[in-house]
């Protein structure tokens, strides 16, 4: 794995209409099939086993879902925001607005590991999530982590 986050990214998609968990579950899973060329639906499966061990919410309007499957074999990230803060189960008990989703290979858990540190490290900036939620292109976001990134 490249010690770069923003090197993963594949898609964004800004203001997401999505009223729960579930449909933003669903939104991800489809915009990470067109990334990766996994079926949705299993994406989809992957991410809501997930869950069931507790919300990826982190807190300060930001989750990480994530999943580790054998179809992937370098991690691939997503960035979403919505339209609206919803209920994503947030340990601080706000909602959440941003998203980094994330599909990591099984067969190496210390990437996962290590990317899952490095995206909450990066996204406990203010400044940063104001940014991601004022972007409009996958480029812009990149960038923007980039730039955080490189500074850590």
Do not use: W
Not at 42 to 61: C, D, V, W
Not at 96 to 106: G, N, S, V, Y
């Amino acid at each position: 794995m490249s010690d770069y986050i923003y090197q993963s990214i594949k898609t964004f998609v800004p203001d997401i209409e999505c009223n729960d968990k579930d449909g933003c579950l669903r939104v991800f899973s489809t915009e990470l099939s067109k990334a990766s060329g996994i079926d949705e639906n299993e994406i989809f499966s992957l991410l809501k086993a997930r869950e069931r061990f507790g919300s990826t919410a982190l807190g300060g309007y930001f989750a990480l879902p994530h999943a580790k499957t054998d179809l992937v074999k370098d991690i691939v990230g997503g960035v979403f925001t919505t339209k609206e803060p919803i209920d994503f189960g947030s340990i601080d008990g706000m909602p959440t607005q941003i998203f980094f989703a994330l599909l990591a290979p099984a067969v190496k858990p210390s990437i996962l590991l290590k990317a899952l540190a490095r995206i909450a490290k990066i996204f406990k900036d203010n400044d940063l999530k104001e940014k991601i939620l004022a972007a409009k292109s996958l480029q812009e976001v990149i960038e923007t982590i980039k730039e955080k990134e490189l500074t850590l």
